[in-house]
């Protein structure tokens, strides 16, 4: 299987003013949206429990991940990682200049298992070029070095060079550190029917 990739011919402006010029630029395809239901379906079958046992299964994990992440816990979701709570937040250097009017933004944090930023990196991209007139001029498969994000040291240096990641101290000033940790995402191995 390989994650397919779109690249589309598209006018870039770097200001209002700015005539544009065209690059192709990278997304990555978006597969449909698998509804809860479809997932206990696969789930239940995969298991061999009933929709129903796997319907409460999936609410009762549902409310104690929400509850015990909104409580600061690091929160295993089963062959995925974890999901946790954190936030970007600038930094002062006086301790009584700290309020949270400080916070700019709070985050779900989703830290994936070796397991699976394996199965990522080791998954083929494919690349779909697609010009300005929206005729397909071009299909590559990617040989990049399967590089995987970490979200633990995502912007790691921040502003100004400095930033901090899963709460580490920040020394940075005025900078946008102070962020405890990134995002991430799944992994689909093998597509599922919409019926």
Not at 19 to 39: A, C, D, F, I
Not at 91 to 102: A, G, H, P
Not at 156 to 166: A, K, R
Request: glycine share 14%; hydrophobic share 30%.
């Amino acid at each position: 299987m390989a994650l397919k990739v779109k690249a589309v011919e598209k006018k870039v402006k770097f200001s209002k003013n700015d005539p544009g010029v065209w690059r192709y630029v990278m997304s990555p395809e978006m597969y449909s949206t698998l509804s809860q239901s479809k997932v206990i379906k696969e789930a239940a079958l995969r298991s061999g429990v009933s929709r129903g046992v796997m319907q409460a299964c999936w609410d009762a994990a549902g409310e104690v991940i929400k509850a015990w992440a909104t409580e600061g816990h690091s929160v295993a979701l089963p062959g995925l990682g974890s999901m946790r709570f954190g936030l970007r937040a600038k930094s002062v250097e006086d301790v009584n200049d700290v309020k949270t009017s400080l916070i700019k933004t709070r985050r779900i944090i989703f830290t994936p298992t070796v397991d699976l930023k394996d199965e990522l990196a080791n998954t083929a991209i494919q690349i779909t070029c697609i010009d300005r007139n929206g005729d397909e001029v071009k299909r590559v498969t990617s040989a990049d070095a399967g590089t995987v994000e970490d979200p633990e040291n995502e912007n790691q240096g921040g502003e100004n060079g400095s930033g901090s990641e899963g709460g580490n101290t920040n020394q940075g000033g005025d900078n946008q550190g102070g962020n405890t940790g990134g995002g991430g995402g799944g992994n689909d191995d093998s597509p599922i029917d919409d019926d």
